[in-house]
């Protein structure tokens, strides 16, 4: 039977002074978390240095931005030395609630095979563009996996397996910056691995609040134009493959969509 020994795994570009706020809220759920600085040029890696001397807290500094997909995979490749068996990826802008986090690890415990996905509850905070827009991402996903399970492709909170993501990164050279979440969700499905979907609450800060976005509405969506066309040639090909082999066994353990 496989096990479950999860960290926090907590990628971090120009967060600005939202970042060690958000470490601290994961710190107080009492788990090992990991926060990996992707070339930060901000100075909000030094608002953590308060926080080093946690005995639960790593932090890994890399020298140059090459994007999230990047950071969480070197990030997951030293969570797999360390002997953690799953990473729950949380974004460092505060948008996730920590308080959830041990009922991801629940979940993991119990499905220690599985995937658990967020599936995003938006506030009045949410953009109406960005709700909307996912809608298109989500569609492609499902199309691409034959309705394996992916009930939000573009969330970021989510519980991974740490060896099979390791495994999908290195089986393409692509998913390393934006294309991160909805890319890995769907090679994840084409291996057959198990998806539970767990809504999660989100919140958009504002700019007072100290909110900070990296996404940008161009460039960020050309590159998902070209990435679900490159996974649509991908599905056509494994299509013969996908429709025998049944769905996803933990399909009728995720609650319903609202």
Same mark, same amino acid.
Request: net charge negative; charged share 20%.
């Given at each position: 039977m496989p096990e479950s020994r999860p960290v926090v795994l907590i990628p971090s570009y120009n967060t600005g002074p939202i970042l060690p706020t958000t470490v601290e809220a994961a710190l =107080?759920?009492?788990?090992?978390?990991r926060v990996v600085i992707d070339g930060s040029t901000d100075g909000s890696a030094d608002l953590l240095s308060p926080l080093l001397s946690h005995p639960r807290l790593q932090v890994i500094r890399l020298e140059r931005n090459a994007g999230k997909g990047s950071a969480v995979l070197h990030g997951t490749r030293e969570a797999l030395k360390e002997g953690f068996t799953h990473v729950l990826c949380m974004d460092a802008d505060g948008q996730h609630p920590a308080d959830l986090i041990p009922r991801y690890f629940s979940c993991s415990a119990m499905y220690p095979e599985a995937a658990v996905f967020g599936r995003p509850v938006f $506030? =009045? %905070?949410?953009?109406?563009l960005r709700v909307n827009? !996912?809608?298109? +991402? /989500?569609?492609?996903? /499902?199309?691409?996996?034959?309705?394996?399970?992916? $009930? $939000? +492709?573009l969330f970021g909170m989510r519980l991974y397996p740490a060896k099979e993501l390791v495994e999908v990164f290195e089986s393409t050279f692509f998913a390393r910056r934006f294309d991160f979440d909805p890319e890995v969700a769907v090679r994840l499905a084409w291996r057959g691995?198990?998806?539970? /979907?767990?809504?999660?609450?989100?919140? *958009?800060? %504002? !700019?007072?609040?100290?909110?900070? %976005?990296?996404?940008? *509405?161009? !460039? $960020? /969506?050309a590159l998902l134009t070209w990435m679900h066309t490159r996974l649509f040639l991908g599905f056509v090909l494994r299509l013969p493959w996908l429709a025998l082999r049944g769905e996803n066994p933990l399909l009728s353990l995720s609650p319903p969509a609202s």
């Open positions: =107080a759920m009492g788990v090992p978390v $506030d =009045a %905070s949410a953009p109406a827009g !996912r809608k298109v +991402s /989500n569609f492609w996903a /499902n199309l691409e996996t034959l309705g394996w399970g992916i $009930d $939000d +492709s691995v198990p998806i539970l /979907n767990l809504p999660t609450p989100v919140r *958009y800060l %504002s !700019r007072e609040e100290g909110g900070v %976005s990296q996404f940008r *509405y161009l !460039r $960020d /969506n």
